[in-house]
């Protein structure tokens, strides 16, 4: 477990080294005062969960719901392949993945009334609609609702953990960060520790927790001992005083956490496990040099599911990892829509999705991790005049692995060409509703925003199906 963070760590760690701690005190008082009428009331399920989002809306239809029988327009390209869970059918370009579909259930009903990619998303990463509506956001908006993993951390927040969420390798969105991704009303405290990624360096770095060019931990360690010497000729009269002297404390000694440092020191695995997650070789990445591959960190996509395992080896309890960080490419394959899974998108999902799920259970840690991965939405079931699907948030797939599920499970269906879920529908709410009550936290818990308002951190029914009793 990595060194004890006090609640406010977030701002702590929006600290330069060469300089002080900034930090809101109104924010501050604000995040630590904030206090949720309901405790958790059921016993936990699972330590970790780990989702992986793919940003911008993978094709049900073309991954874990094909259909096979539908007109030629629908079904598509690919062809269904049978999997280690008898009667799961998964793509053919999903070879990896149908070897562990026996550790995997698949929700084939998920549904929600967004179509754009940014209102999605903070409907699956939040639990709720976008106060904004469905639109997209091109301009910085403030986020309201926090996301789940920001919530836990507040919820969390008496039981001393240091990073009790991280996100990596980015915020994603191609203009402004889609507000879905941080603390929300909460504050900033509850926000993720971003972890970031150089691709050129091929390694990773945790927020203001690096020191800047030029110096080391020895020096940022230095300047403290000049700042404790400094302040040591001041009162501390009063508590605020000495809860901000107790912060800068708390703050350098996560800056000195060797734990999180080897967590993210990707050079300490074999070469064979990374290999497995998708290492992409050197010349391979130099050949990959567009201005939007180096952003999106493309090189790195399997590596980014290692290092969520690696985290939560090392005791950060809750990960996201965002696959993709723009609109308009990639998964959003309005056009040439079975090249780019055939090609591109498919293999290196397939490879290091597998790869997190073989991993954790040859770890022993699978059954206390939950995998969920999930993108904002589905696409259509007709292909569009450009050989691409469009955006379908009325039915689509979200798989889970690990944390108890029933391996080989298929809750929910849609209707005979993919469009709406015939059984068992299935709404964002109620996943996050189920990770929450696999933590052993009551969805009916009740937090508060900035006026002093009540808000249940989630209006959805847990899915208990999923699980062995």
Not at 118 to 142: N, Y
């Amino acid at each position: 477990m990595i060194e004890t963070l006090p609640q406010t760590r977030r701002q702590l760690l929006r600290t330069s080294a060469s300089g002080g701690l900034g930090l809101s005190l109104s924010g501050l008082w604000r995040a630590q005062s904030a206090l949720a009428d309901v405790k958790p009331t059921t016993a936990a399920k699972i330590k970790a969960c780990i989702v992986v989002f793919y940003y911008g809306g993978p094709s049900h239809l073309d991954t874990y719901d094909l259909k096979p029988n539908a007109p030629a327009d629908v079904r598509g390209e690919f062809q269904p392949i049978a999997s280690s869970a008898p009667g799961v059918m998964v793509s053919e370009h999903l070879p990896q993945m149908a070897k562990v579909m026996h550790k995997v259930a698949v929700v084939r009903s998920v549904n929600h009334q967004n179509r754009l990619h940014d209102s999605a998303s903070t409907e699956m990463l939040t639990g709720r609609q976008s106060p904004q509506g469905d639109r997209e956001e091109f301009a910085p908006i403030p986020q309201f609702y926090p996301c789940v993993g920001a919530t836990c951390s507040y919820l969390w927040r008496e039981r001393g953990l240091d990073v009790p969420h991280a996100a990596l390798p980015f915020m994603f969105h191609n203009v402004v960060d889609v507000p879905c991704q941080g603390g929300g009303f909460l504050g900033s405290a509850f926000d993720p520790l971003q972890i970031a990624v150089d691709v050129e360096k091929r390694a990773y770095r945790a927020g203001s927790l690096t020191p800047p060019d030029g110096r080391t931990f020895a020096s940022v360690g230095d300047r403290r001992r000049l700042l404790s010497l400094l302040e040591s000729q001041l009162s501390a009269s009063n508590s605020a005083e000495r809860q901000w002297r107790a912060f800068y404390d708390k703050a350098y000694s996560l800056l000195g956490s060797e734990t999180l440092r080897r967590a993210l020191d990707l050079s300490a695995e074999s070469q064979a496990t990374r290999d497995r997650y998708g290492f992409k070789p050197a010349e391979a990445v130099n050949s990959d040099t567009s201005q939007s591959a180096m952003a999106e960190g493309r090189p790195m996509r399997g590596q980014n599911l290692l290092v969520a395992r690696r985290l939560v080896e090392a005791g950060v309890p809750f990960v996201n990892v965002f696959d993709f960080r723009q609109q308009g490419q990639n998964w959003d394959a309005h056009a040439n829509n079975f090249f780019h899974h055939k090609h591109y998108l498919l293999p290196q999902t397939d490879q290091s999705l597998s790869a997190l799920i073989e991993d954790l259970d040859q770890r022993g840690l699978l059954d206390s991790t939950l995998v969920v991965a999930m993108g904002e939405f589905g696409r259509t079931p007709r292909i569009n005049v450009n050989a691409g699907r469009d955006h379908w948030p009325d039915c689509y797939s979200v798989l889970l692995a690990g944390g108890g599920v029933k391996g080989g499970f298929v809750y929910g269906s849609s209707d005979k060409l993919g469009m709406y879920p015939e059984t068992n529908p299935v709404s964002p709410a109620d996943l996050t509703a189920t990770i929450f009550s696999r933590f052993g936290i009551d969805p009916m818990t009740e937090i508060h925003d900035t006026t002093a308002r009540p808000h249940r951190i989630s209006d959805g029914r847990p899915i208990r199906e999923l699980f062995a009793s």
